[in-house]
């Protein structure tokens, strides 16, 4: 392997020349306490950290950087830690998904503007782990992911509680007077103890996955809990590891392939996870020019069995999971159906990676010769009512709603479905479908996670948890249920759903992959032509840019202007 020599170093352009600028950049870095052994001969390496103090998911990452920092100056690298903004997914309004681009653009930006050689990105919260990717895919540089880790399990009265899953099991009985209100506090109390994301398969767990799986981290590292000391000493091998990279000039290019691509889908798809991977693997693989659509994951869905045991489709968490082996020991289990030839940045293929690796907890982990299902867990859907797609966590369904045909209660925007839903006059059975307009990319804005679309009070009252609910909104990976999402074109630029009006019967058959909406195409077309669409919700700020630039759902709801590979100049330095 031909290694680059100091010269190469792209960070040479501002250190490296004798003239004027080189001057300033180098007396500037003195004025900092920094000595010029410190830098010189050395890789320059942007440690790209998204910790605030509202970002739960993030409260360690402070800690983390440092170690990070101590990985890279033992590898002779020179760290420079750069902060980033942090999308706090229970915080953020409308939802980080707004404000996931603008990030993948601050992250490519800065490596782009500052002398780095290459960089290490910190994430986990749900946006962020996608959004750090794509930005790095696009500058191209030698990259490596830290994943956050999930907190350790919730508590109440001695039942382990997983984030999210428990939050809506639980709202649903207080709703119906099963619990109290003192046990819902308590429940509040206990079901986010530690730093870390969702220790359930929410978006969090399952882009950390995929991100191993794609070949982006060090093998093992996306299941270690948080508060573990391993996930310190992960950080650690990280910093070390980015500082050989840029030596060995190994870029996201050399690592993110069609062939990571599809072990990555393939690794949502066996842990049961969530369907916000959808979106965000195609729209990383986009950045390099990588040919993924929706057919893709769903060819892939159909060969790959399910086999982690993990809430909201099973029984247990992400801590289970880790001790069970983590993704490497599931991975053992997938090898004819994984490209082991492909190359991670441990240097290693992913072959040799998880060469070792074995499951350690039968019921967390199946074996594939005994797997939860033969399927995967995500379900591409098409037809009238989404000829563009739509998607469904089938593992997370009830199963006698996988075939089912119902009339359609409607309602025109969330606020419409907050202020009727639990109206005692509202017309409908458990039979029914409910069907939410303008929570799309446009409509929402951002495509919030609205798509877990509430069951009606007097429906709850009746013993029933589950029913078919469709809308072009994303759904929390920590959600279940027979939710319909992502239904693409959005009902806010007249997709087929902005012409459903109640009453009108649908059809849902997820092993047909079939959605239709059973109204005549001259009555659709009548509702067509009468259909009025809606006023623009921005004119000024980011708002506005977003309105301008975002991309249906089929196409990962990327800015236009930050799609494909071509080229940006690099910066002159005058």
Same mark, same amino acid.
């Not at 950087?65 to 309004?93: D, H, M, N, T, Y």
């Not at 910093?239 to 392939?257: A, C, F, N």
């Not at 307009?437 to 009606?456: D, S, Y």
């Given at each position: 392997?031909?290694?680059?020599?100091?010269?190469?170093?792209?960070?040479?352009?501002?250190?490296?020349?004798?003239?004027?600028?080189?001057?300033?950049?180098?007396?500037?870095?003195?004025?900092?306490?920094?000595?010029?052994?410190?830098?010189?001969?050395?890789?320059?390496?942007?440690?790209?950290?998204?910790?605030?103090?509202?970002?739960?998911?993030?409260?360690?990452?402070?800690?983390?950087?440092?170690?990070?920092?101590?990985?890279?100056?033992?590898?002779?690298?020179?760290?420079?830690?750069?902060?980033?903004?942090?999308?706090?997914?229970?915080?953020?309004?409308?939802? !980080? +998904?707004?404000?996931?681009?603008?990030?993948?653009?601050? %992250? #490519?930006? @800065?490596?782009? &503007?500052? $002398?780095?050689?290459? *960089?290490?990105?910190?994430?986990?919260?749900?946006?962020?782990?996608?959004?750090?990717?794509?930005?790095?895919?696009?500058?191209?540089?030698?990259?490596?992911?830290?994943?956050?880790?999930?907190?350790?399990?919730?508590?109440?009265?001695?039942?382990?509680?997983?984030?999210?899953?428990?939050?809506?099991?639980?709202?649903?009985?207080?709703?119906?007077?099963?619990?109290?209100?003192?046990?819902?506090?308590?429940?509040?109390?206990?079901?986010?103890?530690?730093?870390?994301?969702?220790? !359930? +398969?929410?978006?969090?767990?399952?882009?950390?996955?995929? %991100? #191993?799986? @794609?070949?982006? &981290?060090? $093998?093992?590292?996306? *299941?270690?809990?948080?508060?573990?000391?391993?996930?310190?000493?992960?950080?650690?091998?990280?910093?070390?590891?980015?500082?050989?990279?840029?030596?060995?000039?190994?870029?996201?290019?050399?690592?993110?392939?069609?062939?990571?691509?599809?072990?990555?889908?393939?690794?949502?798809?066996?842990?049961?996870?969530?369907?916000?991977?959808?979106?965000?693997?195609?729209?990383?693989?986009?950045?390099?020019?990588?040919p993924i659509d929706l057919d893709r994951f769903d060819a892939l869905s159909r060969k !790959?069995?399910?086999?982690?045991?993990?809430?909201?489709?099973?029984?247990?968490?992400?801590?289970?999971?880790?001790?069970?082996?983590?993704?490497?020991?599931?991975?053992?289990?997938?090898?004819?159906?994984?490209?082991?030839?492909?190359?991670?940045?441990?240097?290693?293929?992913?072959?040799?990676?998880?060469?070792?690796?074995?499951?350690?907890?039968?019921?967390?982990?199946?074996?594939?010769?005994?797997?939860?299902?033969?399927?995967?867990?995500?379900?591409?859907?098409?037809?009238?009512?989404?000829?563009?797609?739509?998607?469904?966590?089938?593992?997370?369904?009830?199963?006698?709603?996988?075939?089912?045909?119902?009339?359609?209660?409607?309602?025109?925007?969330?606020?419409?479905?907050?202020?009727?839903?639990?109206?005692?006059?509202?017309?409908?059975?458990?039979?029914?479908?409910?069907?939410?307009?303008?929570?799309?990319?446009?409509?929402?804005?951002?495509?919030?996670?609205?798509?877990?679309?509430?069951?009606?009070?007097?429906?709850?009252?009746?013993?029933?948890?589950?029913?078919?609910?469709?809308?072009?909104?994303?759904?929390?990976?920590?959600?279940?249920?027979?939710?319909?999402?992502?239904?693409?074109?959005?009902?806010?630029?007249?997709?087929?759903?902005?012409?459903?009006?109640?009453?009108?019967?649908?059809?849902?058959?997820?092993?047909?992959?079939?959605?239709?909406?059973?109204?005549?195409?001259?009555?659709?077309?009548?509702?067509?032509?009468?259909?009025?669409?809606?006023?623009?919700?921005?004119?000024?700020?980011?708002?506005?840019?977003?309105?301008?630039?975002?991309?249906?759902?089929?196409?990962?709801?990327?800015?236009d202007v930050l799609m494909g590979t071509k080229a940006t100049a690099e910066p002159e330095?005058?």
């Amino acid at each position: 392997m031909v290694r680059k020599r100091y010269e190469d170093l792209r960070s040479y352009r501002w250190y490296g020349a004798d003239d004027l600028r080189s001057f300033g950049h180098r007396s500037r870095t003195l004025q900092m306490g920094y000595d010029r052994a410190d830098w010189t001969g050395k890789p320059v390496i942007a440690v790209i950290n998204t910790w605030s103090e509202i970002n739960p998911c993030h409260t360690h990452f402070k800690d983390r950087a440092e170690e990070v920092k101590r990985g890279v100056w033992q590898a002779g690298g020179f760290p420079v830690e750069l902060p980033a903004i942090s999308l706090s997914e229970p915080f953020q309004k409308p939802t !980080t +998904m707004m404000y996931r681009n603008l990030l993948a653009l601050e %992250v #490519e930006e @800065l490596m782009r &503007s500052y $002398p780095c050689d290459g *960089a290490v990105l910190m994430g986990g919260c749900d946006k962020t782990t996608p959004a750090l990717l794509m930005g790095a895919a696009s500058m191209n540089l030698p990259s490596i992911f830290v994943p956050a880790g999930p907190m350790l399990r919730g508590n109440w009265r001695g039942k382990s509680l997983g984030s999210g899953s428990d939050t809506w099991k639980y709202w649903a009985e207080l709703q119906v007077g099963n619990i109290t209100r003192k046990d819902w506090e308590e429940i509040e109390d206990g079901i986010a103890r530690t730093p870390g994301t969702c220790m !359930t +398969m929410g978006t969090a767990a399952t882009m950390m996955s995929s %991100v #191993e799986g @794609l070949g982006m &981290s060090l $093998p093992g590292s996306s *299941a270690i809990p948080a508060a573990d000391s391993n996930h310190s000493r992960m950080a650690s091998q990280s910093g070390r590891r980015i500082v050989e990279m840029v030596w060995e000039d190994q870029k996201p290019s050399d690592v993110m392939t069609e062939k990571a691509f599809e072990n990555a889908i393939t690794t949502v798809m066996a842990l049961g996870g969530s369907t916000n991977a959808v979106i965000h693997l195609m729209v990383m693989a986009g950045r390099l020019g990588v040919p993924i659509d929706l057919d893709r994951f769903d060819a892939l869905s159909r060969k !790959t069995p399910w086999l982690a045991d993990i809430r909201p489709s099973g029984r247990f968490l992400m801590e289970d999971f880790y001790y069970a082996g983590g993704l490497p020991a599931m991975l053992s289990q997938l090898k004819e159906q994984l490209h082991l030839d492909a190359v991670t940045v441990s240097g290693k293929t992913l072959g040799e990676d998880i060469e070792r690796a074995d499951v350690h907890n039968e019921e967390v982990i199946r074996r594939s010769s005994n797997p939860l299902s033969k399927e995967g867990g995500l379900v591409v859907l098409r037809g009238n009512l989404a000829p563009d797609g739509a998607v469904i966590k089938q593992t997370a369904c009830d199963p006698k709603l996988l075939k089912h045909r119902g009339p359609a209660v409607v309602f025109a925007d969330y606020n419409d479905m907050q202020a009727r839903l639990n109206d005692p006059d509202l017309d409908v059975t458990a039979e029914s479908v409910i069907v939410l307009k303008h929570a799309g990319p446009q409509g929402g804005p951002g495509m919030p996670e609205w798509g877990m679309l509430p069951i009606p009070k007097k429906i709850l009252q009746q013993g029933v948890r589950d029913m078919v609910r469709i809308s072009d909104a994303r759904m929390s990976g920590t959600s279940y249920g027979t939710c319909v999402l992502h239904v693409a074109p959005e009902s806010w630029v007249g997709g087929p759903l902005a012409l459903v009006q109640d009453g009108d019967m649908i059809e849902l058959d997820v092993h047909g992959r079939r959605l239709h909406l059973d109204v005549s195409d001259a009555e659709l077309d009548a509702r067509r032509a009468a259909w009025v669409p809606p006023a623009r919700k921005f004119e000024r700020g980011f708002g506005a840019i977003y309105a301008d630039h975002i991309t249906q759902a089929d196409k990962g709801c990327d800015f236009d202007v930050l799609m494909g590979t071509k080229a940006t100049a690099e910066p002159e330095i005058h």
